[in-house]
């Protein structure tokens, strides 16, 4: 079992930055991925940024040049650097831990809300 716990959302002007952080516990040796999506209000989930553990990095296109994934292994931690914030990045952020065997954990997520 793995636990995660987003934290970092909150409500920001346009063009401002958010830092969001995913704390994980439990059974983190076997986490193969780590991924952060959202859920726009009327949306569906998007991934959005992935991180394998051997660093390497993964967005979605409409994200590139704004969002930054990284990891601090001393830390179990991953982190979303959020640049230039749009209103239409507003959504809840999760994050995902999948294992080698398929399995995915998920954290509670963490709401972050763009005024323009």
């Known amino acids: 079992q793995v636990q995660l716990v987003e934290s970092g959302g909150g409500l920001v002007q346009a063009g401002g930055s958010l830092r969001l952080s995913c704390a994980a516990s439990?059974?983190?040796?076997?986490?193969?991925?780590m991924d952060w999506y959202r859920r726009a209000p009327g949306k569906l989930r998007e991934l959005v940024a992935t991180?394998?553990?051997?660093?390497?990095?993964g967005y979605v296109d409409s994200v590139k040049g704004r969002f930054t994934i990284s990891r601090d292994n001393a830390k179990n931690t991953v982190y979303l650097e959020i640049d230039g914030l749009k209103p239409e990045d507003t959504a809840v952020y999760y994050c995902?831990?999948?294992?080698?065997?398929?399995?995915?954990?998920w954290g509670q997520g963490t709401q972050v809300t763009v005024s323009s």
């Open positions: 439990g059974s983190i040796s076997s986490i193969s991925v």
């Open positions: 995902a831990a999948s294992n080698n065997n398929g399995d995915t954990y």
């Open positions: 991180i394998t553990s051997g660093g390497s990095t």
